[in-house]
């Protein structure tokens, strides 16, 4: 069975940082590509960064520069670092794994001053 526990989301004021991390299990992680995506009310979700098991990354346009993402398979757990955070990056974040059709519960995160 596949889970998905996502953490590190919060209430930040614009230009701040915070680490999402995302534990998974139930799957072969370290041949695992992870995602992270976002949902902000009303829109549709959207892929925000990936990075697959040979460690390439890959980042929406709008979060190139700003946010990174990383994975430490010791521990079956994917990171979004993300900085100089904006009002428009609020969203639910969710991790995911590439090919499977499982979600976590997802983690709050809200830019404001």
């Known amino acids: 069975q596949v889970k998905l526990v996502e953490s590190g989301g919060g209430l930040v004021q614009p230009g701040g940082s915070l680490k999402l991390s995302c534990a998974a299990s139930?799957?072969?992680?370290?041949?695992?590509?992870m995602d992270w995506y976002r949902q902000a009310p009303g829109k549709q979700r959207e892929l925000v960064a990936q990075i697959t098991n040979y460690y390439t990354t890959n980042y929406a346009d709008s979060v190139k520069g700003r946010f990174t993402i990383s994975r430490d398979n010791a521990v079956n757990t994917v990171y979004l670092q993300m900085n100089s955070l904006k009002p428009e990056d609020a969203a639910v974040y969710f991790c995911?794994?590439?090919?499977?059709?499982?979600w976590g519960q997802g983690t709050q995160v809200t830019v404001s001053s």
């Open positions: 139930g799957i072969i992680f370290r041949s695992s590509t």
């Open positions: 995911h794994v590439l090919g499977l059709s499982d």
